[in-house]
């Protein structure tokens, strides 16, 4: 018997920055989960992702990630989805570097 479907949100990396991003309800990119779009249906998770997959020009490695929903947008379900929401792990970059 299937797994039931957990909700997903599509995720990336930016092409020229290599940032983890996510895709949102508006069908752009975010560098914050918060916004991205939180997807409770199997088809529609489907969808989203051919959607995603389509814009190579903009991004590499897509795919769903498990999420749940929290105060203020999708949070990460695994270690490795927070771990990607924290930025670059070598040095303090980007995100890290802001904090």
Do not use: C
């Not at 949100?9 to 949102?24: F, I």
């Not at 409770?40 to 190579?56: G, I, N, P, W, Y």
């Not at 929290?70 to 995100?95: I, L, M, Q, W």
């Amino acid at each position: 018997m299937p797994r039931a479907f957990t909700p997903k949100v599509v995720t990336a990396n930016a092409l020229r920055e290599g940032d983890a991003v996510w895709l949102t309800p508006e069908d752009d990119w975010s560098r914050d989960i918060a916004r991205a779009e939180l997807i409770e249906d199997e088809a529609v998770a489907q969808d989203r992702l051919l959607f995603a997959q389509a814009q190579a020009d903009r991004v590499v490695g897509v795919y769903l990630a498990e999420a749940a929903p929290g105060p203020d947008g999708p949070e990460p379900v695994h270690f490795r989805e927070a771990f990607r929401t924290r930025g670059p792990s070598n040095r303090a970059h980007g995100k890290q570097a802001r904090r």
